[in-house]
């Protein structure tokens, strides 16, 4: 089984909808992320928690809010979608170490028409 | 400002051919910088870590390397395969802050028979 799990895999909807992307890990990390990548723009941080309790803004947090509903669990929401989210989302999990190596989930393909 | 700039953005080589990706970053104070390779479809996956004291490291037929006075790292491919054909993701981690991993946009590097 995969470490680090998103859902869904695919998703198209409207402007102006509500979307939940989820993540969940059984890596046993602290630290959660989601990421959005886009072509030429690279991966860029909209939200991180660095426990159940701790929620931080990215460089790119503005229409995005998130929950961390667990150790596991960390998801992404969109309140009202536009088409300029249309992008690849990526969740992660790091643990607290000097590494800090990023462990992603396969992606979340996000379009918004 | 902290910034990681990768070059170049794409390359296409032959098979059994060896290629040499470049990342230049402004990330101060340095803490380690890794290589990440993201197929086409899925999650990056780290493929190396270079701390401030290291100058080479191999990983099979990849090897990476740093020079921390100049900023500048590189990732040589030797002999590569089809399977190489993936974006390759630099990412520079910094002493401080919460928020301190720098990401690269990638090279994009396609094998071709």
């Known amino acids: 089984d995969a470490d680090v799990t998103q859902t869904p895999r695919n998703r198209i909807t409207k402007t102006g909808k509500r979307i939940m992307l989820e993540c969940s890990q059984t890596?046993?990390?602290?630290?959660m992320y989601w990421y959005r990548q886009d072509p030429g723009l690279g991966l860029r941080l909209i939200y991180y928690?660095?426990?159940?309790?701790?929620?931080n803004k990215g460089e790119i947090s503005d229409g995005y809010s998130v929950s961390r509903q667990a150790q596991a669990k960390f998801s992404l929401s969109l309140e009202s979608a536009i088409p300029n989210q249309t992008a690849l989302y990526f969740c992660?999990?790091?643990?607290?170490?000097?590494?800090?190596?990023?462990?992603f989930g396969p992606g979340t393909r996000l379009t918004v028409l | 400002k902290n910034q990681v700039e990768q070059s170049p953005q794409s390359l296409i080589i032959l098979e059994g051919k060896n290629c040499t990706l470049q990342c230049n970053y402004t990330v101060s104070p340095f803490s380690n910088l890794r290589w990440y390779k993201q197929d086409t479809g899925r999650g990056p996956v780290s493929l190396t870590i270079?701390?401030?004291?290291?100058n080479t490291k191999s990983n099979g037929r990849y090897t990476a390397t740093l020079d921390a006075d100049t900023k500048q790292s590189s990732l040589h491919i030797t002999a590569s395969q089809l399977s190489d054909s993936a974006s390759y993701i630099c990412v520079v981690r910094a002493l401080t802050g919460a928020n301190n991993l720098f990401f690269g946009t990638g090279t994009r590097l396609t094998v071709i028979p």
């Open positions: 890596k046993g990390h602290d630290r």
């Open positions: 992660a999990t790091s643990d607290s170490g000097p590494d800090n190596e990023q462990f």
């Open positions: 928690s660095f426990d159940v309790k701790d929620i």
């Open positions: 270079m701390t401030f004291s290291e």
